[in-house]
């Protein structure tokens, strides 16, 4: 692994100003990513964890933390390590750490997200405790309640009859959770999070849709996935002038809502995980981005429960497709640079099906 500079790469990391989808902008080169977060689990040993996280809980203290399982269902697709721990009333908790010596900036934000969805009704969780990180030697993390289930993706693996039922599920979950109204727009300030608030740190939807999209359109026509008319053309799609971008009154947006992030008993969502990439936005744009991790002809179950609890916005296709393909854009992105370090099959397979979500934006666009 390369060696990198943490000090230099704090300075800006945790800047989510201009930031689309923090995993695909962030400020940071593939090669220190690939250092950083490819062995996450790494930094900590078992003495430390417990040590550290026992010093910021008052009256219910850890009394056990778990070996650690990379496999386990709490580490699939995360971008930190999380252990399963007890507390002394017998409570089980997750700790979510992020990497040693880097800055994280966003725990109190995904605390407040979260706690508000298990307000409205949603089988989120409440967080116990957050540390933010101080020094080179310490590390950001979070203790929450541990929700009951299984990970969707590991439950239709093994039980592939249920898929068309849970696409329901989550359709109607993430609909619920779009009744939720918050301020401003985009990725949220961590600083007023702190008190309770959830405000987007931009002041219009355009502004939040157009944050990083020069670095993703530059990114796509390097690697030759676009070509430099096809960039143009994109880029004027996403002009303040276009009025499917006005919206005065952002919602919650997951913003990271696939099978991986959702826990179920076989009959319903029981938990949802990974609060990290949540912002302020329309939303269409959740479903725009839970498109992007599937084949296209998913889609449809997913929306037969998501119009169960909301009603369909006349303007729903057209808008539907710029978002898809602004996701898109992002995703596929993250997921090129990502390949450079992770040469996966995995996220292979992921290129592909970004592939087919371009070509399906590009006709309909006439790009």
Excluded at 13 to 26: G, L
Excluded at 110 to 139: C, Q, R, W
Excluded at 199 to 216: D, K, S, Y
């Amino acid at each position: 692994m390369p060696e990198i500079n943490l000090e230099e790469i704090n300075k800006h990391i945790a800047n989510r100003q201009d930031v689309f989808y923090w995993q695909t902008d962030r400020l940071i080169e593939p090669a220190e990513a690939g250092t950083i977060w490819s062995d996450r689990h790494r930094y900590f040993n078992d003495a430390e964890l417990f040590e550290k996280v026992g010093s910021v809980l008052e009256s219910d203290k850890l009394v056990s933390i778990k070996p650690m399982e990379p496999s386990d269902q709490t580490n699939l697709s995360s971008v930190n390590s999380v252990r399963t721990g007890q507390l002394a009333s017998g409570k089980e908790v997750i700790i979510r750490c992020h990497p040693k010596g880097v800055a994280n900036g966003y725990f109190h934000a995904e605390a407040e997200a979260a706690h508000m969805a298990k307000e409205a009704g949603l089988p989120s969780y409440e967080t116990i405790a957050v540390h933010d990180f101080e020094t080179k030697n310490d590390f950001a993390f979070q203790v929450i309640e541990k929700l009951p289930g299984t990970v969707i993706e590991r439950w239709i693996e093994n039980h592939p009859e249920d898929e068309e039922k849970l696409l329901i599920q989550i359709g109607m979950n993430l609909a619920k959770l779009h009744q939720i109204n918050v301020n401003g727009f985009g990725p949220f300030d961590n600083e007023k999070a702190k008190s309770g608030e959830l405000v987007g740190l931009h002041g219009t939807f355009t502004e939040a849709i157009r944050a990083g999209l020069p670095f993703n359109l530059d990114v796509l026509t390097k690697k030759g996935l676009i070509t430099k008319e096809q960039s143009v053309a994109i880029d004027k799609l996403f002009s303040e002038d276009n009025q499917l971008l006005k919206l005065p009154q952002a919602v919650l947006v997951h913003n990271d809502f696939p099978d991986w992030n959702l826990l179920t008993d076989g009959e319903k969502v029981t938990g949802i995980l990974d609060w990290d990439e949540c912002v302020a936005g329309d939303p269409i744009s959740d479903i725009a981005c839970w498109s992007t991790f599937f084949k296209p002809e998913r889609l449809n179950k997913f929306l037969e429960g998501y119009w169960q609890v909301a009603n369909k916005p006349e303007d729903f296709q057209e808008k539907f497709e710029l978002l898809r393909l602004r996701y898109t854009i992002s995703k596929m992105t993250l997921r090129l640079r990502r390949q450079s370090w992770e040469p996966s099959e995995f996220i292979a397979n992921l290129i592909e099906v970004g592939k087919k979500h371009l070509d399906q934006s590009f006709e309909h666009f006439g790009i």
